[in-house]
């Protein structure tokens, strides 16, 4: 079972939901979403992909994916799991 669902299925029996409501509520939200493939527990590559990236490399992703800005432009701050667009100096010649 992948660590996404097994995680999910804890938050829903830690929120007093029954194993089995749990196992089924979070297969059906995470085949919706695309993280689970249909009809079965297999992680799909999206999910793979995201796994494996660092919690910077998923903030500054998140963050490049609302607006038209590059992943290099943004800069991670580890206190609140947020990337913020650095400031940019333009160069002129003078």
């Known amino acids: 079972m992948p660590k996404i669902l097994d995680r999910l299925v ?3 029996m830690d929120k007093w ?3 089995a409501v749990a196992y089924a ?5 995470l085949q919706k979403s ?10 799909t590559k999206k ?13 500054k992703d998140r963050a490049a994916k609302l607006s038209w800005n590059k992943k290099s432009d943004y800069k991670y701050n ?8 650095r400031k940019r100096i333009k160069k002129f010649n003078t």
Do not use: F, S, Y
């Not at 999910?47 to 903030?59: C, V």
């Not at 580890?78 to 667009?85: E, G, M």
């Open 47 to 59: 999910w793979e992909k995201r796994w494996n990236m660092t919690p910077a490399e998923r903030a």
């Open 34 to 43: 695309w993280n689970l493939q249909k009809w079965t527990n297999k992680a």
């Open 25 to 29: 509520i979070a297969t059906k939200v």
């Open 17 to 19: 939901k029954p194993k």
């Open 78 to 85: 580890k206190n609140n799991n947020t990337a913020t667009l």
């Open 10 to 12: 804890k938050q829903l």
